[in-house]
C-alpha cells in the first residue's frame, strides 16, 4: 500500500497531528526553562541545581525512548504515542504542584519518561505513513511543530510566573498541552502500514538495536544529536541568568519573550527538510551546524540586540540541523526503524540532560563566555563527527 502522498488531504492531516503532538510534548517538556530564576529564588537553588529541572524530564525522555519503541512496534505507534501524551500531561500537572524540590525533579523525571513516546515514534511513524518522497519535508514539518511548543511553553509559563507563581505558569502550559493532545487524537489517520512485531525476545531486541549501532553513518548521526542538543540547551538554559542581570536587567516577562527565537526554527526546520531533498542531506546537515556556530559566537556581543540576533540565527541553524539529522536517522535504517529513531532521542536528549546541565558549571566559572565557549567546543567535535563517520561516499 503506498504512503500518503504530498498534497493529500490524509497527508495534511497528519502533519498538522504531529504540530500538534510537537506542541503537547514540548511545551511541557521545557516549561521550566522560562522561569528557572523564579525557581531557584522560591526553592533555594543556585543555578545549576535549578536547571534539574529541565534535565530531570530530558533524562527522564533519554531513557524512556528505546522502550517506547518497542511499545510502539507491539502495540502501535499512534495508540503509543496518545498514550504517552495523556500520561504526560497529568504529571506535569503533579509537577508542578510538588510540595518540595525534591518531589519536583521526581515528577518531572516520570514526565519526561511518558513524554519520550511522541519523538521516539513519531519519526517511525511518518516514515511508514508517507510516501518516501515527501519523508523529509514531513520530518522538517514535525520538528517545526516542536519549536512551536517550545516556544509555548516558554512564552505561556515565563508571564504567567511574572503575575502569579511559576506554578501557575507550568499549570498553564500543561492545560494548553491537554488542548494540543486533544487535536492530535482526533486528527491523526490510522495507521494502514504498520506490522505488528510478536513474540520477540529481550536478545531479539537487543540484536534490533545494535545493528544501528554497527552503521557508521548512524552512529555519527547519534553522537551529532547528544552533541548539538546539549549545547542549545545549555544556551536556553543559562542565557535568562545572564539577562536578568546587569547590565540588561530584564524583568521576567521580557525574558519570557526572547524565546521568540523559537520561531526562527518553526521556519528552518520544514525549510532545510525541502532543501536536503533537493541538494542532499550531508550538505543542509553541514551548513546549518555552521549557521548555529555563527549565532553562537554572536552572543558573545556586547548590545543586547546583536545578543538576541545571535540566539535567532543559532536556532534557526539549530533546528534545520536537527530537522535534517532525525529525519535522515529514521529513514536510514532499514530493519529498526523505530529502534533508530530511539538511539537518536536517547542521544539528544542525553545531551540535553548532561551538557545542558554543564553548561551550568562552565556559568559559575567562567560567566557567559564560559558558555558560549562549552557549547562551541560541543559544536565543533559535531562537525568533525560529521565529516568522519558521515560524509563518506555512498551515504544516502
Known amino acids: 500500500m503506498p504512503g500518503h502522498a504530498r498534497g493529500s488531504t490524509a497527508y495534511r492531516r497528519l502533519l498538522a497531528a504531529l504540530v500538534l503532538a510537537g506542541v503537547a510534548t514540548f511545551a511541557q517538556l521545557y516549561s521550566p526553562q522560562g522561569v528557572l530564576p523564579q525557581i531557584a529564588d522560591d526553592l533555594g537553588a543556585t543555578a545549576d541545581r535549578a536547571a534539574l529541572a529541565v534535565s530531570a524530564a530530558t533524562l527522564g525522555l533519554a531513557l524512556a525512548v528505546v522502550p517506547w519503541s518497542f511499545v510502539g512496534d507491539r502495540y502501535g505507534r499512534l495508540r503509543a504515542m496518545v498514550a504517552a501524551v495523556v500520561g504526560a500531561t497529568v504529571l506535569g500537572l503533579a509537577a508542578a504542584w510538588a510540595p518540595t524540590f525534591e518531589l519536583v525533579l521526581l515528577a518531572r523525571l516520570l514526565e519526561g519518561a511518558f513524554l519520550g ?183 558573545l556581543t556586547g548590545p543586547l540586540w546583536l545578543v538576541l540576533l545571535g540566539l535567532v540565527v543559532m536556532t534557526a541553524g539549530f533546528f534545520g540541523a536537527h530537522a535534517v539529522a532525525s529525519g535522515w536517522a529514521g529513514a536510514r535504517a532499514v530493519t529498526a526503524r523505530a529502534q533508530s529513531t530511539g538511539l537518536y532521542n536517547l542521544a539528544y536528549y542525553g545531551g540535553s540532560s548532561l551538557l545542558g546541565w554543564a553548561g551550568g558549571l562552565a556559568l559559575e566559572a567562567r560567566g557567559w563566555t564560559g558558555v558560549v565557549g562549552f557549547v562551541a567546543v560541543a559544536i565543533l567535535l559535531s562537525l568533525v563527527v560529521l565529516r568522519l563517520l558521515v560524509g563518506r561516499p555512498g551515504v544516502a
Request: glycine share 10%; net charge positive; hydrophobic share 60%.
Open 117 to 299: 513516546g511522541v519523538p521516539a515514534l513519531a519519526m517511525a511513524y511518518l516514515n511508514d505513513e508517507v510516501d518516501a518522497r515527501s519523508a523529509s519535508v514531513a520530518a522538517g514539518w514535525f520538528v517545526g511543530g516542536t519549536t512551536v511548543g517550545g516556544l509555548l511553553g516558554r512564552v505561556v509559563a515565563t508571564p504567567v510566573a511574572d503575575l502569579t507563581s511559576w506554578r501557575v505558569g507550568m499549570t498553564a502550559v500543561s492545560a494548553m498541552a491537554a488542548a494540543a493532545a486533544v487535536g492530535f487524537v482526533l486528527l491523526a489517520p490510522r495507521e494502514r502500514r504498520f506490522v505488528r512485531v510478536r513474540g520477540e525476545t529481550f536478545l531479539d531486541r537487543t540484536r534490533r538495536v545494535l545493528t544501528n549501532l554497527q552503521d557508521r553513518a548512524l552512529l555519527g548521526l547519534y553522537i551529532v544529536a547528544f552533541l548539538l542538543m546539549g549545547g542549545f540547551v545549555a544556551v536556553y538554559n543559562y542565557l535568562a541568568f545572564r539577562l536578568v542581570a546587569a547590565p540588561y536587567l530584564l524583568p521576567a516577562w521580557a525574558v519570557g519573550l526572547v524565546f521568540l527565537a523559537y520561531l526562527a526554527g518553526t521556519v528552518s526546520a520544514p525549510r532545510a527538510g525541502v532543501l536536503a531533498a533537493r541538494h542532499g542531506r550531508y550538505a543542509v546537515l553541514v551548513a546549518s551546524v555552521l549557521v548555529m556556530l555563527a549565532g553562537l559566537l554572536a552572543t
